[in-house]
């Protein structure tokens, strides 16, 4: 059984930073993990993903340039630096782990239970 926890939501202004953090238990070494988030009223979206053999990465083209997924094993850790925040990034932030990286959120076994990030104007 894997459990995903988040850390490091919260408020920050426009054109801040926000590094958010999922700890792992279990065998997440072996997963893919991904990043998601849903805004009011929306569905949930992707966000990025980081492959768990090449630690190959991908992102929506929204966070592009913006957002950096990383890893490290050895803490069962994976992390979204968000830099360039804009409103339209409020929303709660999940951590999420799968046998592959991939867009759709049904590609994901295991989900923690999210993180609030608001950017204000």
């Known amino acids: 059984q894997v459990q995903l926890e988040e850390f490091g939501g919260g408020l920050v202004q426009a054109g801040g930073s926000l590094r958010l953090s999922c700890a792992g238990s279990?065998?997440?070494?072996?997963?893919?993990m991904g990043w998601f988030r849903q805004a009011p009223g929306k569905e949930r979206e992707f966000v990025a993903a980081?492959?768990?053999?090449?630690?190959?990465?991908d992102y929506a083209d929204s966070v592009k340039g913006r957002f950096t997924i990383s890893r490290d094993n050895a803490k069962n850790t994976v992390y979204l630096q968000m830099s360039s925040l804009k409103p339209e990034d409020t929303a709660v932030y999940y951590c999420?782990?799968?046998?592959?990286?991939?867009?759709?959120?049904?590609?994901?076994?295991?989900w923690g239970q999210g993180t609030q990030v608001t950017v204000s104007s």
């Open positions: 999420a782990a799968g046998p592959y990286s991939s867009w759709p959120p049904s590609a994901y076994d295991y």
């Open positions: 279990g065998r997440t070494r072996r997963l893919a």
């Open positions: 980081i492959d768990w053999i090449d630690w190959r990465t």
